[in-house]
């Protein structure tokens, strides 16, 4: 069965270094999206991308924050300074379509601890 | 998007008929009910959604009333993998794709 894939499934960075989460979404899919979830809290909507640009975006996703589809299968995020509270688990999802009724598929997570 | 309210927890014994409720008192004709649950800190796992007509696949039933304003969902017989935060979210047609997802229900099946 097709699935969402993260890479790395844990990454441990340093306050201010850069990161780069990686996501290959399922093949056929054509809409993407980042979410983050702090621990204990709910899941965030971040950013939605379609056709190389974003679609939509949240108040959280702001100027640290940068995505990109670089070749046919990667979606990345890119946090640019990361500060203490990036900490967080951070998850991909695509979908064929959007509209009311289709699904969007999640992957496992990247857990970001930013020290 | 419509809002939805949940439950905060429930319980369920295992092998029984888990049934979480959700409303969406101020869903619009065309916005959909989605189910996903999410077990532990994983991704959140799909499980169904429908319009308006009630909904089945291998892993659940999905139950809307006529007015549409509420909706069941039905675990036939739940396990123990079954505990985890379910949520109910209300999207619509002209949306980007993106899911709000609320607090959920905690469902713990207990032996």
């Known amino acids: 069965e097709p699935e969402v894939t993260q890479t790395p499934s844990h990454q441990v960075t340093q306050m201010g270094q850069e990161v780069i989460l990686r996501c290959v979404p399922i093949?056929?899919?054509?809409?993407f999206y980042w979410y983050r979830q702090i621990l204990g809290q709910k899941v965030e909507f971040l950013v939605s991308f379609y056709n190389n640009e974003i679609s939509e975006k949240s108040e959280i996703f702001d100027d640290q924050f940068s995505v990109e589809r670089p070749d046919g299968s990667n979606f990345t995020l890119k946090i640019r300074s990361t500060k203490l509270e990036d900490s967080a688990m951070y998850f991909c999802?695509?979908?064929?379509?959007?509209?009311?009724?289709?699904?969007?598929?999640f992957g496992q997570g990247t857990r970001l601890t930013v020290v | 998007d419509a809002k939805t309210t949940q439950p905060p927890s429930m319980d369920c014994a295992e092998g029984r008929a888990a049934n979480l409720p959700c409303n969406h008192s101020t869903i619009s004709g065309n916005e959909y009910v989605y189910w996903y649950r999410q077990i532990h800190s994983q991704g959140p796992q799909y499980i169904i959604h429908?319009?308006?007509n009630n909904e089945t696949n291998e892993m659940a039933s999905l139950i809307i009333t006529e007015d549409r304003k509420s909706s069941t969902l039905i675990l036939p017989h739940a396990t123990l993998r079954d505990t985890a935060v379910y949520y109910c979210?209300?999207?619509?047609?002209?949306?980007?794709?993106?899911?709000?997802f609320g607090q959920g229900t905690t469902l713990q099946v207990k032996p």
């Open positions: 999802a695509s979908s064929s379509l959007t509209g009311g009724g289709t699904e969007a598929f």
């Open positions: 093949s056929n899919h054509l809409y």
């Open positions: 979210i209300v999207r619509g047609s002209g949306n980007t794709g993106k899911l709000i």
């Open positions: 429908g319009l308006k």
